[in-house]
């Protein structure tokens, strides 16, 4: 019978760069300072970073740098620390959608354009309807103007009522916006 026991990668500690002699990274997406000697000609031993998470939910340690404290998002010192970015792209994925697993194994760099197809693509972001970063509406206020749009109301009276503009009521009744909130089917132009 097959044994299936998972052989364990081994840890391998890096100086994260512009950092070096101060903190490491882990390429199981650990952090730590170094031992070092304090200005008090005192030894000091380096200790693993306990992390919190952020509202986010990415993981992040308090390190200080040249007297600075500085909050640092862990996934992006493993990143730093172990994978070559020759393109200069800006954000890091966790390629199998966990914020919290930060082993080099499971991170890429990628353009925001590559990270926001990957958290729609997995669900992990709906900017649909109230969640949308622009909404000036809630889903409960569109089914209201949709009701008083079929009461008689007009539009111009909708969107003075509502703060909004008269295109977005249109939009809001022929469909074109809302519809996952309304079921309105948008309409092409040439029915």
Same mark, same amino acid.
């Given at each position: 019978?097959h044994n299936?026991?998972? &052989? ?18 882990s ?8 031992d ?5 000609? /005192? ?17 992040q340690?308090?390190?200080?740098v040249?007297?600075r ?6 996934h /992006? ?17 966790? #390629? ?7 082993r080099?194994?499971?991170? &890429? ?7 926001q197809?990957?958290?729609f693509k997995h ?16 889903a409960? &206020?569109?089914?209201k #103007?949709?009701s008083?749009l ?5 539009i ?10 008269k295109g ?7 469909g074109r916006?809302?519809?996952s909130?309304?079921?309105?089917k948008?309409?092409?132009?040439? &029915?």
């Amino acid at each position: 019978m097959h044994n299936k026991t998972e &052989e364990k990668m081994k840890e391998i500690w890096k100086d994260i760069p512009n950092m070096i002699g101060h903190y490491q990274a882990s390429n199981l997406g650990r952090i730590r300072s170094v031992d070092k000697v304090d200005s008090a000609n /005192r030894f000091r031993r380096g200790k693993i970073k306990s992390s919190a998470i952020t509202r986010k939910g990415y993981e992040q340690v308090c390190i200080c740098v040249d007297g600075r404290q500085l909050s640092c998002k862990v996934h /992006r010192l493993v990143a730093i620390t172990f994978l070559d970015n020759d393109d200069k792209l800006t954000q890091v994925n966790h #390629i199998d959608r966990n914020k919290l697993n930060n082993r080099v194994d499971n991170l &890429e760099w990628c353009d925001q354009s590559h990270n926001q197809r990957h958290a729609f693509k997995h669900g992990l972001q709906n900017n649909c309807g109230d969640n949308h970063p622009q909404s000036k509406l809630t889903a409960n &206020e569109v089914l209201k #103007i949709v009701s008083l749009l079929k009461e008689g109301s007009t539009i111009k009276e909708l969107a003075l009522q509502f703060g909004i503009g008269k295109g977005t009521i249109q939009h809001i009744k022929s469909g074109r916006q809302w519809s996952s909130v309304t079921g309105i089917k948008r309409r092409d132009k040439s &029915e």
